[in-house]
């Protein structure tokens, strides 16, 4: 079954850092494209963060350009987000989700269940 | 930044009824547009990609169109468990964005 399975959420203090993961199974995780998307509470969806297969190409929302950096470990099949300097805009339960890509276009095609981060004093 | 403007925010409707649902985009983003829904306490699932292309499993009664600006989710016989939030998805230039969402309530 192909699954992506979030991890690492928590209650942070503002100014803190936090590292989520994305555990990928049931597919070739290294062939593919993946990206973070967050949903603060009550919110609507939120695009964060991209990274290429090989890693080699990685894009940021300004949002959190600068103060997250994505990355991946394909022999662990992993996807990570390494979250810096916290703020309490930054409290949203964060998606990890594969990006598949045909002739006509990429989507994202497989979600995981997300995990919370709160950040608050 | 593209901004994808959806209306209605919310809409009320009845079981056979048929929801449209518009997606605005504030440039031109081609076919460039996905539609997700998201249920709620569940993650979104992907409904429509490029703009009309529609996926394998998902009902036939969800339907989009649409390109340049203007796209519409189609929603035709709705059924109960269609209740859900629905968002497009522009990946046509970076920062990729959704709109704010509809909510469909039953």
């Known amino acids: 079954e192909v699954q992506l399975v979030e991890s690492g959420g928590g209650l942070v203090q503002p100014g803190g850092s936090l590292r989520v993961s994305c555990a990928a199974s049931?597919?070739?995780?290294?062939?593919?494209?993946m990206n973070w998307v967050r949903q603060a509470p009550g919110k609507g969806l939120e695009w964060i963060s991209y990274?290429?297969?090989?890693?080699?190409?990685?894009y940021y929302a300004d949002s959190v350009k600068g103060r997250f950096t994505i990355s991946r470990d394909n022999a662990k099949n992993s996807l990570y987000l390494q979250m810096n300097s916290l703020r309490a805009e930054d409290t949203a339960l964060y998606y990890c989700?594969?990006?598949?890509?045909?002739?006509?276009?990429?989507?994202?095609?497989?979600w995981g269940q997300g995990t919370t981060v709160t950040v608050s004093s | 930044e593209i901004v994808l403007t959806q209306s209605p925010d919310f809409q009320s409707v009845t079981p056979k009824e048929k929801v449209t649902i518009i997606c605005r985009a504030s440039q031109s983003i081609g076919n460039n547009l996905q539609w997700y829904q998201q249920k709620p306490g569940q993650s979104p699932k992907l409904l429509i990609k490029y703009a009309s292309q529609s996926l394998s499993g998902v009902p036939s009664r969800f339907s989009g169109s649409g390109s340049g600006t203007d796209f519409t989710l189609t929603i035709d016989s709705l059924e109960a468990e269609d209740a859900a939030t629905y968002y497009c998805h522009q990946i046509s230039g970076l920062p990729w964005t959704f709109g704010q969402g509809t909510k469909v309530e039953i």
């Open positions: 989700a594969r990006r598949y890509c045909n002739s006509s276009s990429c989507f994202m095609d497989v």
């Open positions: 990274i290429s297969s090989s890693g080699t190409t990685i």
């Open positions: 049931g597919f070739t995780f290294s062939t593919y494209q």
